[in-house]
């Protein structure tokens, strides 16, 4: 069979870098083209030098792109700039994966309240589909544009989810709590991220106006059918790589943790990148993997369902999620150059 063609447009940034650890050797595809608007005309290990003897592709202007005969392009571009990419290139030329969140909302109107950003492409958040495939998988099959979900999101619904759609929970007061490492924030340094700020020191950001609010709770909504009211509240960890998410809900009705760990168990029993376990989880334990484990228990003194979730950010909750799209989007097994076993330790 001959391979698909895919090209990533912003290929220098984090995201781009972990695209290109996982397709470069992808059985199915080959690599025709990458990006980048600071440093075109230098070959891709300038940039990523542990690509030495692997890849000696040249970047190139994204201007460029329509010179290449693509049958899918990742945008792995800050959003505002991805909008822009397919408000020129249209969705006929090639299928198209966004990684940024120019089009994961339901409209502009939530778009641009939440963004503090015009959007310029609004006609296309009709076409796109959100990109996680435990919950979207059919649509996905036949989608031409998937919006990737941000990282925080991924880590929040799948263990939302079941307990809204079985209607285990309350659907106001839940509460997500989660931690970030720094690649999170992309690869250009910025005050909070400089390494004095972050070594030794752990802190919250964007209380009660984080982007991904809108997120969490419009995809729930949308796949559930309750709306839900949820506050979310992000931390900056002195990591690397990683997101710890822990949630906190009131059940509805009597529950006891063993009927949570079923409802778990169950739902997810058939999804290759969900791992329930019995325990918290770790974040090495998902390191350099497209897994997202989570575990959930019931605290009766309290009257609270508590679920903890990781997630490599990088992976399921950006580039490897982004390939697991693609992979279905092209007819592909799911885990198609997928099986990376955690980094552990
Ligand atoms: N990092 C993460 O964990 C996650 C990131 N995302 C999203 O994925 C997208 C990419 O993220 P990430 O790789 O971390 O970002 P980076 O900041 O690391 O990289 C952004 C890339 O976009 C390119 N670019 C092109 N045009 C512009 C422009 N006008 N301004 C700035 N950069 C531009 C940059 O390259 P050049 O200057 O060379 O053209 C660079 O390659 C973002 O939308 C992000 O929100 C989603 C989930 C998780
Ligand atoms: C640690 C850190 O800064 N994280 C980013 C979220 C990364 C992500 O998922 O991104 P998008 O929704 O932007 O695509 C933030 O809070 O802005």
Redesign the pocket.
């Known amino acids: 069979m001959p391979k698909f063609k895919v090209g990533i447009v912003?290929?220098?940034?984090?995201?781009?870098s972990e695209l290109l650890r996982l397709l470069i050797h992808h059985p199915d595809i080959t690599i025709e083209c990458v990006?980048?608007?600071?440093?075109a005309g230098k070959r891709i290990t300038d940039i990523h030098p542990h690509l030495l003897d692997i890849s000696d592709i040249r970047l190139e202007s994204s201007d460029n792109i329509s010179d290449y005969d693509l049958d899918l392009v990742f945008l792995?571009?800050?959003?505002g700039?991805?909008m822009s990419f397919v408000k020129e290139h249209g969705l006929d030329k090639f299928l198209t994966v966004d990684?940024?969140?120019d089009f994961r909302l339901p409209n502009k109107k939530v778009y641009e309240k939440w963004y503090k950003k015009k959007h310029v492409a609004e006609t296309y958040f009709e076409n796109a589909v959100f990109g996680l495939p435990e919950l979207y998988r059919h649509e996905i099959r036949n989608a031409r544009l998937v919006a990737?979900p941000?990282?925080y999101p991924t880590s929040a619904i799948l263990p939302l989810t079941p307990l809204v759609k079985y209607d285990m929970i309350q659907t106001s007061g839940i509460v997500v709590d989660s931690k970030s490492g720094v690649?999170?924030?992309?690869?250009?340094a910025k005050p909070g991220t400089h390494f004095p700020d972050l070594f030794g020191n752990f802190s919250a950001y964007g209380l009660t106006s984080h982007r991904h609010t809108p997120e969490i709770e419009s995809v729930i909504h949308n796949y559930t059918g309750y709306t839900t009211e949820v506050l979310f509240s992000p931390h900056l960890l002195p990591i690397d790589r990683g997101i710890l998410t822990t949630t906190y809900s009131t059940p509805k009705k009597e529950v006891s943790k063993e009927m949570v760990e079923e409802l778990f168990y169950s739902v997810f029993e058939k999804e290759h990148f969900i791992r329930v376990v019995d325990r918290p989880p770790l974040l090495k334990h998902v390191r350099g993997s497209n897994y997202c484990d989570v575990h959930v228990t019931y605290d009766e003194r309290t009257n609270k369902i508590i679920t903890v979730s990781t997630i490599d950010?990088?992976m399921k909750?950006?580039a490897g999620q982004a390939v697991q799209n693609m992979n279905i989007m092209f007819g592909l097994i799911e885990s198609t150059g997928l099986q990376h076993i955690p980094l552990n330790p």
Request: with cysteine; charged share 5%; glycine share 24%.
């Open positions: 912003g290929a220098t940034g984090y995201t781009g990006t980048s608007e600071t440093h792995a571009l800050p959003h700039v991805s990684l940024s969140g990737n941000g990282c690649t999170g924030a992309g690869a250009k950010n990088l909750g950006a």
